[in-house]
């Protein structure tokens, strides 16, 4: 079946460090990948897309490359920012009958030091 | 333009009772997907509904059902509460009916089973 697995966090990091936030997925074909961003006490925004392989998505100043041979789709930024913590989601959508059904991980919770 | 609005945001039951979420997607999507957030499982896809029809369902037991009316406004309905059913229920809208649009989710609402 379709997963995904995402570190574990929390992760804490001061501000103006690199930020690598790994994801793997398995999937049948050839799903889309996303990464959404969860604000405290908010719904979930989308941060980045990539719909095929070696696909990047960016966006604020984050990265992700859809790596088709490590089935992973880590998430970059090269200077994080306090206003940056949150919890990130990595997620797949397959098609082929799956409509509207995002397959998340467990989320990583990112704190970002002054 | 307006985004997703979900009502109420917080709500408290008691076991046993029943309970009606509702969920105003973004004029002119037709697609509206309902997802359950708890600390221990995550993310957990329940169902999608596009112009009224239920096109995609999750692995949740029936007492979880849906509805959506014809301007594209969605129900869900929890029948016999249980303690594990608190969390954050997602909404997301989208407006294709055939291949992948991206998501737009509400705020949530947070519900507690006393």
């Known amino acids: 079946g379709n997963s995904v697995t995402q570190m574990e966090g929390p992760v804490t990091l001061s501000e103006e460090a690199f930020l690598t936030i790994n994801c793997t997925y398995t999937?049948?074909?050839?799903?889309?990948l996303f990464w959404y961003v969860q604000y405290p006490g908010e719904g979930l925004q989308l941060l980045l897309k990539?719909?095929?392989?070696?696909d990047k998505g960016s966006n604020k100043g984050f990265e992700a490359t859809y790596r088709k041979e490590t089935t992973s789709f880590h998430l970059e930024k090269g200077s994080v920012q306090v206003s940056d913590s949150a919890v990130y989601f990595c997620?797949?959508?397959?098609?082929?009958?799956?409509?509207?059904?995002?397959?998340f991980g467990k989320g990583t919770k990112l704190s970002v030091k002054p | 333009k307006a985004g997703v609005t979900q009502t109420p945001r917080y709500l408290i039951k008691t076991r046993g009772q029943q309970v009606t979420l509702s969920c105003s997607p973004i004029?002119?999507?037709?697609?509206v997907s309902w997802y359950q957030q708890t600390p221990g499982q995550g993310l957990q896809f329940l169902f999608e509904?596009?112009?009224?029809?239920?096109?995609n369902k999750g692995n949740f037991p029936g007492r979880f059902s849906g509805r959506q009316f014809s301007n594209s406004r969605s129900e869900m309905n929890v029948s016999t509460l249980e303690l594990g059913d608190s969390a954050l229920y997602l909404c997301?809208?989208?407006?294709?009916?055939?291949?992948?649009?991206?998501?737009?989710f509400g705020p949530g609402t947070r519900l507690t089973v006393l």
């Open positions: 004029s002119g999507h037709r697609s």
């Open positions: 999937a049948t074909g050839y799903p889309s």
């Open positions: 997620a797949l959508m397959n098609y082929g009958g799956s409509q509207g059904n995002l397959i």
């Open positions: 990539a719909t095929k392989a070696d």
């Open positions: 509904y596009f112009s009224e029809t239920q096109r």
């Open positions: 997301a809208s989208s407006s294709s009916g055939h291949l992948y649009n991206e998501q737009f």
